[in-house]
């Protein structure tokens, strides 16, 4: 007989350890499983996230296994899930050659950015290169700031205007069709490259000098990291995030999502944050108890 539990939680990353640390306050019995593939591992630390400001992104995962440790009910399994499927009035959940059962299931398995096709972006994604001012614009403080792409030259701009000494947009050959701030300025030739240098990064281009950034922010875009959302119907936004309800409920019922995954329909895009992702891992278990 396959292993049965209340819920299955899968993804490790900080809406999947709330979401399984509040299933087991009030003893469901809930599995968590944890690829060991998560958003943040570009990124040396965690930034904007109260009492753990500049702690490794290892560490707070570290720290909260321990305290679901403290919990009879709540069981951690590092390893893939395979296959999601409908079975009865629950669900079916392969990992590998092993099949559990369980009533419910949140998912929290996030998403991969898609970084424009640039040589030398990648290597820099999490230090030097970020796409988020709140998690990565004070390590840039005083130091010449770039944006990469006019996707995010609407607001990154005058978000990191008052991090930076200057601020200049690298349009990469696209047509800007925003209004900037005066002291912005623009460089319109194609981006060819980017490389680490004493300072930060140094921007190449297809005609004219290349440019020395302390930083450089880009507008990614999201995939689902895991197939489950397509495995089992979900319905998405246009972002391709999961379209939940302000109680993490998605499309199919016992399924809740939470995370960077997963967003209210009014959202354009989930909000990339720790906090944000722990706290709707909280929302989504607690709204699933209701249902067990």
């Given at each position: 007989m396959n292993e049965q539990y209340d819920a299955v939680v899968i993804g490790g990353g900080p809406a999947g350890l709330q979401a399984?640390?509040?299933l087991a306050r009030v003893h469901r019995r809930v599995l968590m499983v944890d690829s060991g593939s998560y958003r943040n591992?570009?990124?040396g630390h965690m930034h904007n996230v109260v009492t753990h400001d500049g702690t490794p992104p290892a560490e707070f995962r570290a720290a909260a296994r321990k305290e679901l440790a403290a919990y009879d009910t709540a069981t951690v399994r590092d390893a893939a899930v395979s296959s999601i499927a409908v079975q009865g009035a629950g669900f079916r959940v392969a990992l590998g050659d092993e099949t559990v059962e369980a009533r419910g299931v949140v998912l929290a398995t996030g998403v991969a950015d898609v970084l424009p096709d640039k040589p030398g972006l990648a290597e820099l994604f999490g230090s030097v290169v970020a796409h988020c001012p709140f998690c990565h614009g004070h390590e840039f403080a005083g130091g010449h700031v770039g944006v990469?792409?006019?996707?995010?030259?609407?607001?990154?701009?005058?978000?990191?205007?008052?991090?930076?000494?200057r601020v200049t947009v690298f349009t990469d050959g696209e047509e800007l069709s925003v209004e900037l701030p005066s002291a912005v300025a623009v460089r319109r030739e194609p981006v060819t490259g980017i490389c680490p240098s004493p300072v930060?990064?140094?921007?190449?281009?297809?005609?004219?000098?290349?440019e020395e950034v302390a930083g450089l922010f880009v507008s990614t875009t999201l995939r689902q990291r895991a197939p489950f959302a397509e495995q089992l119907g979900l319905a998405l936004n246009p972002s391709g995030c999961v379209e939940i309800d302000v109680m993490g409920r998605t499309s199919v019922p016992g399924v809740h999502a939470a995370g960077d995954m997963a967003h209210v329909a009014a959202l354009p895009m989930p909000m990339a944050s720790v906090v944000t992702a722990a706290a709707s891992g909280q929302l989504a278990a607690a709204s699933l108890v209701a249902l067990l």
């Open positions: 399984t640390l509040t591992d570009p990124a990469l792409g006019v996707a995010g030259a609407g607001h990154l701009p005058g978000l990191v205007g008052p991090i930076a000494s930060g990064a140094t921007v190449s281009f297809a005609d004219g000098p290349s």
